[in-house]
């Protein structure tokens, strides 16, 4: 069975203090690994796919990194603004097709300032 | 941009009342999920569709039905309200296995419904 765990559950950060968050994952064959953001009572927001373990992408001040065990979040110099809840999911490569993400609980950050 | 709305933001419904939650994607994606959200739980996949009139069961499709009639628009239907139905509903569009290659695969989120069953 697919699992993801996320860590921590939760993340309080002084404005321009950078932090990790961390996504492991066990899945039979990755075909892709996802993060979104989301804000309170509203949907997730997409921001990055990862395919292959050392791929790393960035926007602005986040950048996602993959291993074959895990994925982090990088948040340098975050903003109050960049408070919300992070989610990370895998999809596997199913045989017969299938399209599912499985998804992990999420993080929490706050950043004050 | 891809675009998914979902029918209402906040509805409250009655226990044993029959509730339609409708989703309409404006990208021409082949795919739409429907999830629900709850503290602690995370995302859970009720049912997803990967063409009109096909539909497959996610991890929890007990006690919900889904519709799709047209490529655009997925429904998802509870046959009889109940209280643990309470929760933020939540529908996604992928483009679906093709000439997009991986970036097929990410799914795209609505606003989603906030339902209280009471």
């Known amino acids: 069975e697919d699992q993801v765990t996320q860590s921590p559950e939760a993340l309080r950060l002084q404005e321009g203090e950078s932090s990790s968050l961390n996504c492991s994952y066990t899945?039979?064959?990755?075909?892709?690994l996802f993060w979104y953001r989301q804000d309170p009572g509203k949907g997730p927001e997409f921001l990055f796919t990862l395919y292959s373990a050392g791929e790393e992408k960035e926007k602005e001040r986040l950048k996602a990194t993959l291993t074959k065990k895990e994925s982090f979040l990088h948040i340098t110099a975050p903003k109050p603004e960049d408070s919300a809840t992070y989610l990370c999911a895998v999809q596997p490569i199913l045989t017969g097709g299938g399209n599912k993400l499985t998804f992990g609980t999420g993080t929490q950050l706050k950043v004050e300032l | 941009d891809v675009k998914v709305t979902q029918s209402s933001r906040y509805l409250v419904k009655r226990t044993g009342e029959k509730v339609f939650l409708e989703c309409v994607q404006d990208?021409?994606?082949?795919?739409m999920f429907w999830y629900r959200q709850d503290p602690g739980l995370g995302l859970r996949l009720i049912y997803f569709s990967y063409d009109v009139k096909m539909k497959e069961k996610g991890d929890i499709p007990e006690g919900y039905s889904v519709s799709r009639e047209k490529k655009e628009r997925f429904s998802l239907i509870l046959e009889s309200a109940s209280t643990n139905q309470t929760s933020m509903y939540l529908c996604a569009s992928s483009l679906g296995p093709g000439l997009a290659g991986l970036a097929a695969y990410e799914q795209y989120f609505g606003p989603g419904t906030r339902l209280t069953v009471t």
């Open positions: 899945v039979s064959g990755l075909r892709g």
């Open positions: 990208m021409d994606h082949e795919n």
